[in-house]
């Protein structure tokens, strides 16, 4: 392994903050009490989860009672499409779905596996650089749509969507509108209100907080089963001790994410667009995946011609650079990026884009090093094939 490991894979996951650490740690050792106990160790953990709750509903302007505490992403999205699809489904109001064809898989997967029991979905098409047209969703409404679910930012090609105005179009029709806003946190704003959003999820481990924590904003009147049964806990929308450690790091972390948004953003600006502009300008055909302007600070989505990113990967692995291809989840599976394909981009073309996500520890020496190594490395893979 070399020595020094150059880490541009934000988007999978961030290291954990040690001042987020500093604040679990009492959860992990000396406070141990279960939030539903009455003696004292409970009670300080039952007053640490209701800081937590009051951290988290101030930077999303919410009521501290429409925020679900989860295990993470996959479960927040989980909860947030089969929760409110059921509890539609039980008032009578229809089995229709929207989602886009560029959701993480834990939002696209939830949908097919409601389709096995009666419901169906339509998936909006995204344009070439990724981007949903309200115009589109207008047109995919029908008198039985329950629920549509748009994300926020989509996390291999960093594109933004308008998520305001798609929220205001569900709004007018009284449907729910959730969002996936997971890649999102610390680089956008999270008020729900301007959002437009009926629910929102996050999770710790992408905004430097721990891994299996997460949340699901509710927006109070908004349908919802719960999928963990059990205890009464989180009002009983999602049964189980809660996780407390977690939990405290979670809001941590988004405090910490919320604060230094301001000055993180233009400063990852900055290095994305050297990363972006240092590889355009300096390595022939290649191209970059996403929209230009409505993007992420932090995501560069680079394509080459004649590439296997996945060996463009092992390659750079073996310098130390730490990047991704397709989702984290994905990759390993040859199959081509459904979000790449969604876009209008070849198997070939899909199979040759590699994604660099940057994060708060991110140096400009680190991406001047990697734009210099990129092209020699590019022309060693492109040697030995003709294409
Ligand atoms: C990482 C990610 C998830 C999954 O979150 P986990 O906490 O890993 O389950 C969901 N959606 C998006 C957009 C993500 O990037």
Known sequence: ???????LDHAATTPLDQRVLAAMLPYLNEQPGNPSSIHQLGRAALHALDDARAAVALVLGCARKEIVFTGGGSES????????????????????IITSAIEHDAVLHAVE?????????TQLPVNAAGLVHPDDLRAALRPDTILVSVMYANNEVGTIQPIAELGAICRERGIPFHSDAVQAAGLLPLDVERLNVDLLTLTGHKFYGPKGSGLLYVRHGTP????????????????????????????TALTLAEEQRASMVPHLTKLRDHLIDGVLTTIPRSWLNGDREQRLANNVNLGFA???????????????????????????????????TAMGLSADAANGSLRFSLGHATQAEEIAHVVAILGPLIERLRAVVTC
């Open 113 to 121: 596996y409601l389709e096995q029991f009666g419901f169906t979905s």
């Open 224 to 251: 919802l089963l719960p999928q963990i049964n059990g205890g009464g806990q989180e009002r009983r929308r999602r049964a189980g001790t809660e996780n407390v450690p977690g939990i405290v790091g979670l809001a």
């Open 77 to 96: 999205d989980n909860l947030a499409i089969k929760g409110v699809a059921l509890a539609q489904r039980q008032r009578g109001r229809g089995n229709h």
């Open 1 to 7: 392994m070399a020595e020094r490991i150059i880490y």
């Open 306 to 340: 004649c590439i296997e990113s996945e060996s463009l990967l092992l390659l750079l692995d073996q310098q130390g650079i730490c990047a991704s291809s397709g989702s984290a989840c994905s990759s390993g599976a040859l199959e081509p990026s459904h979000v790449l």
